[in-house]
């Protein structure tokens, strides 16, 4: 739609974060200094415990909050007033509650309004609803009210109505949140078959081996730790510092998949974590 | 469109009355029963031409006489406060099967009731052969204060997501051994209300977030843009100019 994407250096970062610090308006300080990058076609895991400040630092990467101090960076395009649309189009945010999401009266309406809301119509419109709601394999819903969908085809659209942004960097809050296993397993096929850049914020921390190569570690508003998953999850120290608990019986070393991308990833364990 | 999503008035169907666009539907409806209003209510045959028009129109949406006349039950208070002047208004008064009823009331009660009931059933038409979805949209069309169709259209998403958490809430409480037996559990069930309106409020400032977040800028994008043309309007248009005719007539006959 623009040429400012493509204009990028292909080696640049998908997002970039420095020194990012934030206090609510009541005083409360939720972000210390947070520092991260995350480089095109990445998948991360933020991990943390509640209240680490998981969801301040998400609201700031499409510019709904603005730091206390601090920059944004996405694709190379500093957050801010000046370019909130665009900032707003690459950051693709999925809300950890679909219905929140989902607003509109139909799935189809609901997957055009981002596309729509940038200035497209049409047939490039529809197309562009069509391919979104085909790579998470709901296409044929498109018609139908998204209440009267299950919560699993409702997350699954909720990715979709993200994707038909064609974001820079997908960001999804607790994804397998409320989630049967099932839905859990088609929701992470769907998004190893996406080629985006994918921030994942969870606490779920098998899906994170599962998904995503790297993770970060946030916690008391800082980035804690940041490595390869697998290597996070062994470490009973970090973890037992930062709140962070695997489910009974996993064992990440027992696993592969953390480091190697392609790998095959093996599903033994299925606790669903999630709050509400 | 919508399937299943539709509301309990709308009827399914394929008619021509079906596939006219919506605000070419709500023109119609509105011009109606302006018309229908400003007949004098002494050209009681006119009323009757309305009723045999609007019978005309059902005919041509398949929509089922019965099915019709159920949902103008809708009208019953209405018709029971009608009911009332003919006891209450002053003036020259009638004998009627022994009651003494007042003449000016009498045109009153027939005048409320036989503008009233054509207006329901005009409305009940439109509401049959319109899916809610589109509707808003023949709105939009006709510029209808945006603010005002948004609103509409988010009580629609949001209708069945508020009454099934006021379900889970009251299951919540039944659970915990609650029962609404009197006057003393209306506390009880203020603070449930209270308590939905602060979910509903904070759910409200989390869509807000959602389609800021893509994009929202005030105004709603236009995904679906209603169109109609010459034929469809002079189609729709039909029903209220030959009840203007009828108004017309009226006013010269009396």
């Known amino acids: ?276 | 469109m919508g399937a299943g999503h539709a509301h309990r008035l709308y009827r399914q169907g394929h008619s021509p009355v079906h596939a006219l666009p919506p605000h070419t539907k709500l023109t119609a409806v509105f011009c109606f029963v302006v018309v229908v209003v400003s007949t004098p209510r002494e050209a009681m045959w006119a009323f009757a031409a309305y009723a045999l028009l609007l019978a005309s129109v059902a005919y041509a949406a398949h929509v089922p006489p019965l099915f019709w006349l159920k949902r103008l039950l809708i009208e019953v208070p209405f018709v029971a406060f009608a009911l009332l002047l003919p006891f209450v208004a002053e003036g020259e008064r009638t004998e009627v099967l022994g009651m003494s009823l007042s003449v000016h009331g009498l045109w009153g009660a027939w005048n409320v009731l036989a503008k009233g009931t054509l207006g329901v059933a005009a409305s009940v038409l439109l509401a049959a052969t319109t899916d809610l979805r589109e509707l808003l949209l023949g709105l939009q069309r006709l510029k209808l204060p945006p603010l005002l169709v948004q609103i509409a259209s988010f009580m629609i998403r949001y209708g069945d997501v508020v009454t099934d958490e006021m379900r889970r809430m009251k299951i919540a409480r039944e659970s915990r051994g609650f029962e609404a037996r009197g006057v003393r559990q209306w506390g009880v069930l203020a603070k449930s209300a209270g308590a939905l309106f602060i979910r509903s409020y904070e759910r409200g400032e989390r869509v807000h977030l959602a389609m800021v977040s893509r994009g929202y800028a005030g105004s709603m994008p236009v995904i679906d843009e209603a169109t109609a043309t010459r034929a469809q309007w002079t189609y729709a248009l039909t029903l209220p100019l030959t009840a203007l005719a009828v108004c017309l007539l009226g006013w010269t006959l009396s």
């Open chain 1, 1 to 276: 739609m623009d040429p400012v994407v493509t204009a990028a250096p292909p080696a640049s970062a998908s997002l970039e974060v420095t020194g990012l610090a934030y206090a609510y308006p009541d005083g409360h300080q939720a972000l210390f200094g947070v520092d991260l990058r995350i480089d095109r076609g990445e998948r991360v895991a933020l991990l943390g415990p509640n209240g680490a400040g998981k969801t301040t630092l998400v609201l700031h990467l499409n510019g709904i909050l603005t730091a206390g101090a601090g920059t944004v960076t996405v694709a190379g395009l500093p957050v801010g007033k000046r370019h909130m649309a665009e900032i707003r189009r690459k950051v693709g945010i999925v809300f950890q509650d679909p219905d929140d999401q989902l607003f509109m009266p139909t799935v189809r309406e609901d997957v055009a309004f981002g596309p729509a809301a940038a200035g497209m119509r049409g047939p490039e419109l529809e197309a562009r609803v069509r391919k979104a709601l085909g790579q998470v394999g709901m296409a044929e819903y498109a018609d139908r009210p998204p209440h009267h969908l299950s919560f699993g085809q409702r997350r699954r659209v909720a990715v979709a109505t993200v994707l038909a942004m064609e974001p820079e960097i997908l960001v999804l809050d607790e994804p397998s949140s409320n989630l049967d296993p099932a839905s859990r397993r088609e929701l992470a096929d769907i998004l190893r078959s996406l080629d985006v850049t994918v921030l994942m914020v969870t606490h779920d921390l098998p899906y994170a081996l599962e998904l995503c190569p790297r993770a970060l570690v946030l916690s008391e508003g800082v980035i804690a730790a940041d490595g390869p998953t697998g290597e996070l999850l062994a470490d009973e120290d970090l973890m037992a510092s930062h709140r962070l608990e695997l489910p009974f019986g996993f064992d990440p070393k027992s696993v592969r998949g953390g480091e190697v991308v392609e790998s095959s990833v093996a599903g033994g364990c299925c606790a669903v974590h999630g709050e509400r």
